[in-house]
């Protein structure tokens, strides 16, 4: 399964990004797509997934601000970040994952700053 993710940048505080994210090759039905991020030294940290019948979850840190969704049909997921803030600065990585396989992406920088 290869990821191709797209959508980062620099953003003011408050703004709003999406990021968006297709996978391609040998595509499981029964799947979790995600957006997981991670900072120089730390570990990397689950942001928002999302199952293939739609079952999310966020991280406690972007509930209200952060929205995920797919497209089962393209294979995309797509991360809607609003509100955004000077800490949700990272390097963000889409994510499949399927009967005990993981795959990941290449990252996409995003930056809160003004």
């Known amino acids: 399964v290869q990821l191709q993710a797209s959508g980062g940048g620099l953003v003011q505080p408050g703004g709003s990004l999406r990021l968006s994210c297709v996978a391609s090759?040998?595509?499981?039905?029964?799947?979790?797509m995600g957006w997981y991020r991670q900072a120089p030294g730390k570990q990397r940290e689950s942001v928002a997934t999302i199952t293939n019948v739609g079952r999310t979850t966020y991280a406690d840190s972007v509930k209200g601000r952060f929205t995920i969704s797919r497209d089962n049909a393209k294979n995309t997921v797509s991360l809607q970040m609003n509100s955004l803030k000077p800490e949700d600065t990272d390097v963000y990585y889409c994510?499949?994952?399927?009967?005990?396989?993981?795959?990941w992406g290449k990252g996409t920088l995003v930056t809160v700053s003004s």
């Open positions: 090759g040998f595509i499981v039905g029964i799947n979790t």
């Open positions: 994510n499949y994952y399927s009967f005990g396989s993981n795959y």
